[in-house]
């Protein structure tokens, strides 16, 4: 019973603690400030679960070979928070928190399952917006299709790309 009561006393104390640091405005949240170094792992571990765990409940998309669609989506609403072959991230980019990754480097760690998640659903409290309800599926798949293939891509076919249009 004692062990209850002190457990429910903690529990009480910890949340009027976190609420009063809530309304004291103490929390800085200033987009420049880079969060502290176990909130931003913390933060990412959970964006990382959580993308595991909702893309295992759909299935994984049929692959497009629509890579000229993929590529059109990519360079028109991507490009400018995710940067590309020969291509840094535009301002708004580089001033988000979390800055967005530079696709290139890290898509490689995404199944094609997780990538439409990420792009239809997008991430709440990041910059990454969702876009299921501003484009078909077969836009979404042929993105998907199309920033598998960033990795091995090279500048000069990233403009090949660009001028094709
Ligand atoms: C306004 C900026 C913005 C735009 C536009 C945007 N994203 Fe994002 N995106 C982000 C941010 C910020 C994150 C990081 C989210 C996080 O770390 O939780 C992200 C994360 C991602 C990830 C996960 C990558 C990783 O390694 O963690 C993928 C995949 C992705 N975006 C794809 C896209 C695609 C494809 C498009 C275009 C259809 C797009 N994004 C448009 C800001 C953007």
């Keep these: ?35 502290s170094a176990p909130v931003f792992v913390l933060l990412q571990t959970a964006m990382r679960q959580s993308v595991a765990r909702q893309a295992a409940k759909v299935p994984a998309p049929a692959p497009s070979t629509d890579i000229s669609r993929g ?3 990519y360079n ?14 535009t301002d708004i980019g580089k001033g988000l928190n979390p800055e967005p990754p530079f696709l290139p480097d890290t898509i490689q760690h ?19 917006p969702s876009f299921a309800d501003t484009h078909s599926d077969d836009d979404l798949r042929a993105v998907v299709a199309f920033v598998q293939k960033l990795p091995t891509m090279t500048e000069e076919q990233y403009a090949a790309y660009e001028k094709a249009q």
């Excluded at 062990?3 to 949240?29: E, P, Q, W």
């Excluded at 028109?76 to 991230?89: L, Q």
């Design 1 to 35: 019973m004692r062990f209850i009561a002190g457990f429910v006393t903690a529990f009480i104390v910890l949340a009027i603690a976190g609420l009063a640091l809530v309304f004291s405005g103490l929390v800085n949240i200033a987009a420049r400030e880079p969060h």
């Design 110 to 128: 995404w199944s094609a399952a997780e990538i439409l998640w990420i792009v239809k659903n997008g991430v709440r409290m990041t910059g990454m």
């Design 71 to 73: 590529f059109r989506l």
């Design 76 to 89: 028109e609403t991507c490009v400018y928070c995710h940067g590309a072959p020969g291509k840094d991230p």
